[in-house]
Nanobody, 121 residues
Framework: EVQLQASGGGLVQTGGSLRLSCAASGFTFDDYSIGWFRQAPGKEREGVSCISRGNGYTYYTNTVKGRFTISSDNANNTVYLQMNSLRPEDTAVYLC??????????????WGRGTLVTVSS
């Protein structure tokens, strides 16, 4: 059974930090690119960051560049999203997803349940 378990969300003040984790199981982790997405109330889901299979190329949406860092622990099938300098507009449910491609796409193959990040002003 494929599972993507996101954790690490919570309530933090503006300027604070959180580290999200995405623990994967049930598929060959090295064959998949893993992405973080988020969805805020009343807004469409957006791609936040992605780490590509193979070369580990990383992608960030413009609004998080320089603040968020994605990394992968292939030995433990886990992807992390370190989020620093958090802003109220980062408030959303964060989800991780996987796809057997060299990059993340909107139509990812596997999705996990999200973890809620709330940034207070």
């Amino acid at each position: 059974e494929v599972q993507l378990q996101a954790s690490g969300g919570g309530l933090v003040q503006t300027g604070g930090s959180l580290r999200l984790s995405c623990a994967a199981s049930g598929f060959t982790f090295d064959d998949y690119s893993i992405g973080w997405f988020r969805q805020a109330p009343g807004k469409e889901r957006e791609g936040v960051s992605c780490i590509s299979r193979g070369n580990g190329y990383t992608y960030y949406t413009n609004t998080v560049k320089g603040r968020f860092t994605i990394s992968s622990d292939n030995a433990n099938n886990t992807v992390y999203l370190q989020m620093n300098s958090l802003r109220p507009e980062d408030t959303a449910v964060y989800l991780c997803a996987a796809v057997m491609l060299d990059r993340c796409v909107a139509a990812m193959e596997f999705w996990g349940r999200g973890t809620l990040v709330t940034v207070s002003s």
